[in-house]
Nanobody
């Protein structure tokens, strides 16, 4: 089973991008999915998450109001719509599947990368100012 993140690219500040996270097998419907990012020279940080039934959604403060996470279990895909991109959003973005099925969770839970056990390869987002 693999996760694949896609949709990254080079955009200008203020533009939008949509990232997609797709599993090679139907393995996302029972699990939460998170997006993390790693900027050049920095550690990996939590961006957003959605639990298995879409009822618990969390964002890091810096992207609230600009990013939207959603899931389409019929397509086995979780998307991250990113609007009004800023230069500080430049990073490699990774999606990851939650380790445990049917978890409601909380912000501390989903923002902890130890609670994910399957990671995609990352997609680069570059925002020029």
């Amino acid at each position: 089973v693999q996760l694949q993140a896609s949709g990254g690219g080079l955009v200008q500040a203020g533009d939008s991008l949509t990232l997609s996270c797709t599993a090679s097998a139907r393995t996302l419907s029972n699990n939460g999915v998170g997006w993390f990012r790693q900027a050049p020279g920095k550690g990996r940080e939590f961006v957003a998450s959605i639990n298995w039934n879409g009822q618990r959604i969390y964002y890091t403060d810096s992207v609230k109001g600009r990013f939207t996470i959603s899931r389409d279990d019929a397509k086995n895909t979780v998307s991250l719509q990113m609007n009004n991109l800023k230069s500080e959003d430049t990073a490699v973005y990774y999606c990851a599947r939650g380790r445990t099925s049917y978890v409601a969770g909380s912000y501390p839970y989903w923002s902890d990368d130890n609670n994910y056990n399957l990671w995609g390869q990352g997609t680069l987002v570059t925002v020029s100012s």
